[in-house]
């Protein structure tokens, strides 16, 4: 429990939170989703929007630690700035998580 405190305040290096958290398993978790919540027919709609919840929560709890650890990166500006970028991004896919979700819930 102590190292996701430590991901939250960006206390990890940023090697770590975007390589390890970010890449392997923020790869396995959209890995999952869309193989598992979206494209499952048998998939309930509460399971199918409970397994979207779940990586919803896990991207925005991502963009922020990187955000973070990108903030206290004391090396090359570059990688800072880089890592700002891709949490950027991690938030774009937040709200799409977010429309995703809502498509579901209410059939549109």
Request: aromatic residues 20%.
């Amino acid at each position: 429990m102590e190292i996701l405190k430590k991901l939250w305040r960006g206390e990890l290096p940023l090697y770590i939170t975007f390589w390890f958290f970010g890449m392997v398993i923020g790869t396995f978790v959209s890995f999952f989703v869309n193989k598992y919540a979206l494209q499952v027919q048998k998939l309930s709609d509460a399971s199918r929007v409970s397994c979207l919840m779940a990586a919803l929560f896990y991207t925005g709890f991502l963009c922020v630690a990187l955000w973070r650890s990108a903030e206290n990166y004391q090396g090359a500006p570059l990688w800072s700035i880089g890592a700002r970028f891709y949490s950027a991004i991690l938030l774009m896919s937040f709200v799409s998580f977010a429309v995703e979700i809502v498509k579901i819930t209410y059939n549109t």
